[in-house]
């Protein structure tokens, strides 16, 4: 179910059991409140229940299930422990399941029960009694497309105009597709605040506006350099590493950067060459079809052979450092350095060339 679908079902109140769960924690408390609003302000208190509870009394919360609301339609109960979703021994007593169970088999009219715990085990069986009765959402990072639309929307409530050139520079430097960045659409945001207030002074956004806004956040200077770094631009990558060391941060965290997106690279070669297209490896790899998308770019400047020997070295390296053999700047600089020199010297290369 997409976003819209989920809204229109909310609206037409086709359900009274939802789970809303993903790693878009702002997406998900966007949802939240879209339900909320469904209840009488004035009686909002009474009729909103939010159960966070590590020990679980399903008799209580049973009751609250089927409580009756207050001078309203419909009272929300909102369930935000993992606890349900667990197997095994982890999870719910047998006889507590059962009860849970029983009640989602036939629930109450005048409730909307909403589960949005951080970790769902899709192997429970409350998993899927959900998946086959009931609405289940979940909260993914946007794709590019639909999360331009939520930027500009963004920046409509202050009247701040950009274009798709700059958005789209904006959305790269923040390193939002990117998985080791935890990055999400509240640090987004927070960002086009920076923005907007940028506009109001200047009446325009350029891409020196957002590299300004962005330049302090180390995550993003960390995605700039591995950007730069294999698209081969040695000097710009050379400044970058530069920058981010003389800020105290450590150089091995840098390798270990390097060393993931070529292990990306090289695990792209292999599953390319077994026919996989590009949504199954994004799938295979657990990682965002726009970070697989610039893996996809690198490769083509990378053949296998060449992205598998980078590799290695970087794990040599690494053992190295750890102990006292080579020094940690200049052992990840010249890991940087040889990532260039073999990227300027490969023409684009075919898999397994």
């Known amino acids: 179910m ?20 993903g790693e878009e924690a702002y997406r998900i408390d966007s949802i939240l409140d879209y339900f909320k609003n469904k ?74 029960v909403l589960f949005c715990p951080p970790e769902v085990d899709k192997r429970s069986s409350l998993f899927k009694l959900l998946k086959k009765n009931h609405c289940i959402f979940e909260a993914n990072k946007l794709e590019m497309n639909e999360l331009k639309l939520w930027c500009k929307a963004v920046l409509k409530k202050s009247n701040t105009i950009i274009s798709d050139l700059e958005l789209e ?15 999400s659409l509240r640090d987004l945001e927070n960002e086009l605040v920076k923005i907007s207030a940028l506009y109001q002074k200047q009446g325009k956004i350029t891409i020196q506006d957002i590299d300004l806004v962005i330049l302090q956040n180390f995550e993003n200077n960390v995605f700039r350099l591995i950007e730069d770094t294999f698209s081969g631009d040695f000097k710009k990558a050379l400044i970058e590493f530069n920058h981010i ?36 490896i994004a799938q295979k790899l657990s990682v965002h079809p726009y970070a697989l998308k ?27 450092i750890k102990n006292g053999q080579i020094n940690e700047r200049i052992g990840v600089e010249l890991i940087l350095t040889k990532i260039c020199q073999r990227i300027k010297t490969e023409k684009p290369s075919k898999v397994f060339a």
Not at 2 to 12: A, G, R, T, V
Not at 175 to 182: A, D, P, Q
Not at 254 to 270: A, D, E, N, P, V
Not at 307 to 315: D, E, R, S, T, W
């Open 294 to 320: 610039k893996a996809g770019i690198h490769s083509q400047k990378l053949k296998y052979k060449e992205a598998l020997v980078l590799l290695n070295l970087c794990l040599d390296t690494d053992y190295r």
């Open 169 to 183: 520079s904006f959305i790269e430097k923040t390193g939002y597709y990117y998985k080791e960045s935890g990055k």
């Open 2 to 21: 997409n976003y819209k679908d989920l809204l229109k079902n909310i609206d037409n109140e086709k359900d009274k059991v939802y789970l809303i769960y």
């Open 245 to 280: 060391i003389d800020s105290g941060e450590s150089a091995l965290m840098i390798l270990t950067m390097f060393g993931k997106q070529l292990s990306m690279i090289t695990k792209y070669h292999i599953l390319k060459a077994k026919g996989y297209n590009e949504a199954l």
């Open 39 to 112: 209840l009488e302000p004035a009686f909002r208190d009474f009729n909103l229940t939010v159960i966070d509870d590590k020990v679980i009394d399903i008799d209580r919360i049973i009751e609250n299930f089927e409580s009756v609301p207050f001078m309203d339609k419909n009272r929300i109960v909102v369930i935000k422990s993992s606890e349900f979703f667990k197997t095994g021994t982890k999870g719910l007593a047998k006889e507590d399941e059962k009860k849970l169970l029983a009640y989602l088999e036939n629930p109450a009219e005048t409730t909307i």
